[in-house]
């Protein structure tokens, strides 16, 4: 029995442990992607919720520009049933 003879069983073993981590790394590579884009959009929305409180909060420091500009206030409706 020669050396490579003796080997091969180990070699064979060798090749099918490279192979079983080499889908392993495959599988794991592609939940990368996966989370990585999830990661993408979820800081898009985080982004649009800050870029909505800003929004808001901004609007709700405004002043009523109704009330400070003069407008006199809405007329008065008639008594007739069809306005009320």
């Given at each position: 029995m020669t050396g490579t003879d003796t080997a091969k069983p180990l070699l064979e073993r060798i090749d099918a442990r490279e192979q079983a981590v080499t889908d392993q790394a495959e599988r794991v590579w592609t939940q990368i992607e996966e989370l990585t884009a999830w990661l993408g959009e979820?800081?898009?929305?985080?982004?649009?919720?800050?870029?909505?409180?800003?929004?808001?909060?901004?609007?709700?420091?405004?002043?009523?520009?109704?009330?400070?500009?003069?407008?006199?206030?809405?007329?008065?409706?008639?008594?007739?049933p069809a306005y009320q």
């Open positions: 979820l800081d898009e929305h985080l982004d649009h919720l800050r870029i909505t409180r800003k929004t808001v909060l901004a609007l709700a420091d405004e002043p009523d520009t109704k009330q400070t500009r003069g407008s006199s206030p809405a007329p008065e409706l008639p008594e007739h």
